[in-house]
């Protein structure tokens, strides 16, 4: 699984490297939506691309959403300390590769990484120049219509990511910025600020 890209230019001095942009939030807030909503606008914007243990939903493809992995695969990739940050949730563990997002960096690319709680808390420790986005909801009841009306997981699995959903919500403060998902556009402009 390579994601890298030689560009041979020389890395760019620590001064001038761009900070690393971690967005999180809880399930089902949008985050994949003002993602997709700033990049088809600004495509320059390098997105982390995550392995995970989750079989593909319909229309995802690999190396586009995720790279899909089996758990053998993923305990090497752990084991040889080639993530930046994993975690598990809902029975399946997502990472994010070290190499590209520090590849890009050195290139002087902003990078975005869209990831869990966990994970966000994984960067803030081995990166804490890392800028920490948090995505919220206009509120409750909007999130739980958006992971209901989803109709592509089990009620139990609806179940824990509202369990998990108000841990997340609980976990704002840790964050350097909140911004509140009521306008993806307004939002994916607001984000795209806080990368340049």
């Not at 994601?3 to 761009?18: E, I, N």
């Not at 695969?73 to 399946?92: P, R, S, V």
Request: proline share 7%; hydrophobic share 40%.
């Amino acid at each position: 699984m390579s994601t890298s890209v030689s560009r041979g230019t020389s890395p760019v001095p620590p001064a001038r490297r761009p900070r690393l942009t971690v967005l999180s939030g809880p399930s089902g807030v949008g985050k994949s939506t003002v993602v997709a909503h700033m990049r088809k606008a600004h495509p320059e914007v390098w997105l982390s691309v995550s392995c995970t243990t989750r079989k593909p939903r319909p229309g995802e493809q690999e190396g586009v959403q995720y790279f899909f992995v089996d758990d053998e695969q993923f305990d090497k990739l752990i084991a040889n300390g080639e993530l930046l940050e994993w975690a598990e949730f809902a029975g399946n563990r997502y990472g994010t590769p070290r190499k590209a997002v520090l590849d890009r960096l050195d290139a002087g690319e902003p990078v975005l990484l869209e990831i869990d709680l966990q994970g966000a808390r994984q960067v803030r420790e081995t990166m804490p120049e890392a800028q920490l986005v948090f995505l919220a909801p206009p509120s409750w009841d909007e999130l739980v219509r958006r992971l209901t009306g989803r109709g592509t997981e089990s009620p139990e699995v609806i179940e824990r990511r509202l369990a998990a959903a108000k841990v997340e919500l609980a976990a704002e403060s840790e964050f350097d910025t909140t911004l509140v998902n009521t306008s993806v556009e307004d939002v994916a402009r607001e984000l795209l600020a806080l990368l340049s």
